[in-house]
């Protein structure tokens, strides 16, 4: 009995996949909260390692969210960073994150106010959880910031994805995002 081309050519494209990449990579996940997810999502999307990013709600009540709803529900605007281990570590996100907010401010991030806008690092683990508060010593050790870190460790609750329009929302719709960005004070 004949086997179809196709078939052979796919068990074919497994065999070669198989022995190119050996053992499948297990990809990580970290979540962070800092203001606008229009603005966290580009910050992870450029460092090598990063697999995706992935904009939306967190840490509300009532389910599931939508960008009319979430605020008033208890969410912040977060975002899911999914990345290989073996190619950037946590705590390289956590330096990323950093960079990215005022934790100083209680009352939201440069032009978004608000308590849905507040920087949170969410953690997943016991591994997570140290790092992050060792990050925060850290960033409170550094003599950057005159008044406290404000910044909030919890841990990791259910995540929504935010609607299409506002995933790769810099990639869209760069001229806006540009302005708004601009406009928010995070440019400063």
Same mark, same amino acid.
């Given at each position: 009995?004949?086997?179809?081309?196709?078939?052979?050519?796919?068990?074919?494209?497994?065999?070669?996949?198989?022995?190119?990449?050996?053992?499948?990579?297990?990809?990580?996940?970290? =979540?962070?909260? /800092? %203001?606008? $997810?229009?603005?966290?999502? !580009?910050?992870?999307?450029? +460092?090598?390692?990063?697999?995706?990013?992935?904009?939306?709600?967190?840490?509300?009540?009532?389910?599931?969210?939508?960008?009319?709803?979430?605020?008033?529900?208890?969410?912040?605007?977060?975002?899911?960073?999914?990345?290989?281990?073996?190619?950037?570590?946590?705590?390289?996100?956590?330096?990323?994150?950093?960079?990215?907010?005022?934790? =100083?401010?209680? /009352? %939201?991030? $440069?032009?978004?106010?608000? !308590?849905?806008?507040?920087? +949170?690092?969410?953690?997943?683990?016991?591994?997570?959880?140290?790092?992050?508060?060792?990050?925060?010593?850290?960033?409170?050790?550094?003599?950057?910031?005159?008044?406290?870190?404000?910044?909030?460790?919890?841990?990791?609750?259910?995540?929504?994805?935010?609607?299409?329009?506002?995933?790769?929302?810099?990639?869209?719709?760069?001229?806006?995002?540009?302005?708004?960005?601009?406009?928010?004070?995070?440019?400063?």
């Amino acid at each position: 009995m004949r086997k179809p081309k196709a078939f052979l050519a796919f068990s074919l494209f497994l065999l070669i996949s198989c022995m190119s990449f050996g053992a499948e990579t297990v990809l990580e996940k970290a =979540t962070f909260a /800092g %203001g606008s $997810f229009w603005c966290l999502e !580009p910050a992870f999307d450029q +460092i090598a390692g990063v697999v995706k990013v992935t904009a939306g709600y967190i840490g509300g009540m009532k389910k599931p969210p939508t960008y009319e709803t979430y605020a008033s529900n208890g969410y912040v605007e977060g975002v899911e960073v999914w990345y290989n281990p073996e190619k950037v570590s946590y705590s390289r996100l956590l330096e990323v994150f950093w960079s990215q907010v005022d934790p =100083t401010d209680p /009352g %939201g991030q $440069f032009g978004d106010r608000g !308590p849905q806008y507040r920087s +949170i690092i969410f953690y997943k683990n016991n591994r997570q959880r140290r790092l992050a508060e060792l990050s925060k010593a850290a960033v409170k050790k550094s003599g950057r910031y005159s008044k406290s870190i404000i910044t909030e460790i919890l841990p990791v609750t259910d995540f929504y994805k935010a609607e299409e329009d506002h995933q790769n929302f810099y990639i869209k719709n760069p001229l806006k995002y540009k302005l708004y960005r601009t406009r928010s004070g995070r440019n400063n």
